[in-house]
């Protein structure tokens, strides 16, 4: 077990220390000034740039505000001309960089937190369940984090209060997947679609790999197939799965089991929805979207052929964002599946439905607008 962070500061004369909480990885700030309703959005915003964070002492809501007034700075700065990009993938990174940037300036504010997660600020909600839904029960130690965090778990603990509406479960009331934190929300339904659309190969066995929620496994359960192993190495999502399918009574005819990748045994059909960007994920929650090196989808189709039964099928559901961005090219994809020992026997595709893809505002737009989500049927290369 690894020593939690220690975030030291100097107040009225005396040296303080407590445990930094990050769920992004961030390490704790060096440099803390104390802050409170007294403190002016520019001077904020300067001393955020120069990588100073603000401890808040004041009214909760007016740290919140603060917050908003960070952001409004950042994206205005954000919306200065600047170098145009040479390519598209030059555009993605430009872009990943000012996203980074923009989170490191609003993560600035810093909130305290009791032992049992409570906040001793005026106007201060209890926040006590989301913190401990996201991090476990609180422990004997004060701690601090970063308000931007905070708010992100009551956001997670709405998502997973309410939960998200699948239509391919079924009729309401028991059609909805409740994500954790730190575990993708399935709002994106056009890689649900297809693998609710797609002709079963067989219905007697299914592995999902990298289940997360457990929603296609579920769809896979709801459509008839008589056993799932659905895998996944991140506890969250291992714990976010086997809630979801036991609130779903789904829970005897789907295996949930920690696995990198494969679990023991071969499959008639194997589906697996990797993440579709290479590029470094900056927090656990985006691992679902970001792959660095394809390493997922690489391992994927170089482990495909080795655990599909006789005459089995692989179902690999990818976005081609990735090839729009000149991040990785279909070749590649290609080759991969080639070494693999696999063939493609045919694909599935659907257009986007997401806001996004009709965002012109939005910096990747014109990959965004021309993306397609394909379900590639794959089998074992005769």
Known sequence: MSTPAILRWLESGQEHAVRWRSESGATAPTRVQVADDTTRADAAYRLACEGTALLWRGDFNNARQLVQALARRADRRSRRPGRVPLSLAEAFHLHR???AQRSRVLASVLIPLEADYGIKLRRAPDLRLACSEAWGPHGDE?????????????????????????PALGPPPGNRIHPHYGVYSPVRGEYIYLVAQEPLPSRQLAFDIGTGTGVLAAVLARRGMQRVVATDQDPRALACARDNLAQLDLADRVEVVKADLFPPGRAPLIVCNPPWVPARASSPVERAIYDEGSAMLRGFLSGLAQHLAPGGRGWLILSDLAERLELRTRDELMQWIEAGGLAVLGRADIRPRHPKASDAQDPLHAARAREVTSLWRLGVRP
């Open 97 to 99: 960089q000012g996203q």
């Open 142 to 166: 004060a701690s601090v984090a970063s308000l931007r965090e905070l708010l992100g778990l009551v956001g997670a603990h709405e998502w997973r209060r309410k939960g998200v509406e699948i």
